[in-house]
């Protein structure tokens, strides 16, 4: 499975019993995540891959930052669930009372308790859980709204769009690995968008639409979704929460849970916006980040699926022709298969969005 000595890794954590055993868990691309079960409780024991997130100890000064604060919301609340405790990450301490570990080949790892009777979905089933998840990271930014202080950048630049186009354009110039002539199609598609990729920054720095503190990961698959109400339980996978703008939230909503179709979907005629979903998604946010969202801001909400879907397909795009240094592959050409299915999604959402404007202005 691994040749990281887990139950010491355990060890080195705060945990309530023995260790018992752990296993891989999720289908994330970057961190090594395991289930692990002591004779107590069940936990979440992550590896932080350094490799990407080169600051892990400010890392987890904003997951520990974001989890109080949301912890002290709820303990705020009158008639609180008894279950509250599912709502936020606990993160477990080290033995040195800090919220990170490093075993002794310089891993950074973190633990926090299992969110029992609740699961991710890679790809959405209905409508209903559209709308549960993005109700859920819509809370997630309403709570956060008014987190005192600016919350340390993990990645810099890391929705900033030009600045993705930028490193494309680096690695299509170097061309390392020689596989520039196999994407002529996938980057003239992107190539030809390019003046739309400045818009919500150009509208941040005309003050029109403002930082907010915000999750940047929002994949489907980063929210928890109860076994028995269907309901948005918790916002996971805090590594990228940082300030930036609503709209990369809601963006990576509609690009991770329109599609009926895996993000590494082979057959493309599977691909495509699913118009129910993103009404489902667009309702879901806006009744709960609708409480400090200003009328622009709303107003861009439809233009950010298309924007970070192309986004994303510029960042798969440059792994590939750089090598795949950053996300996992699990076959050849998985990277470009990816950026595939993004341009593909693009594609439908462009076809759609008059439609999308018209709803977003009927709400």
Known sequence: MSNFDLAAIAGGFQVKGKFVNAERYGTGHINDTFKMATTEENYILQRINTAIFKEPVLLMDNFVKVSKHIAGKIAAEKNADPNCRRRFLQVISSFKDEPFFIDNDGNFWRCYIFVDEARTYDVLENSSQAFAAAKAFGAFQNDLADLPGRLNETIANFHNTPSRFND????????????????S?????????????????????????????????????????????????????????????????FGDMVRTGTSPAPEDELDLSKVGMRFEMFEALLRGFLSTAGNFLNAREKELLPFSGKLITLEIGMRFLTDYLSGDVYFKIHREKHNLDRCRTQIKLAQSIEEQFDAMQKLNASL
């Open 185 to 249: 199609p996938e980057l003239d598609f992107i190539v030809a968008r390019e003046k739309e990729y400045s818009l919500l920054l150009n509208e941040l720095a005309a003050g029109n639409v403002f930082e907010r503190t915000t999750h940047n990961d929002t994949k489907l698959n980063n929210v928890l979704i109860d076994d028995l109400t269907g309901e948005g339980v918790c916002v996971i996978d805090l590594d990228t929460v940082m300030p930036g703008l609503p709209h990369y939230d």
């Open 168 to 183: 494309l354009m680096n690695a299509v110039k170097a061309d390392k690995c020689g596989r520039l002539k196999e994407v």
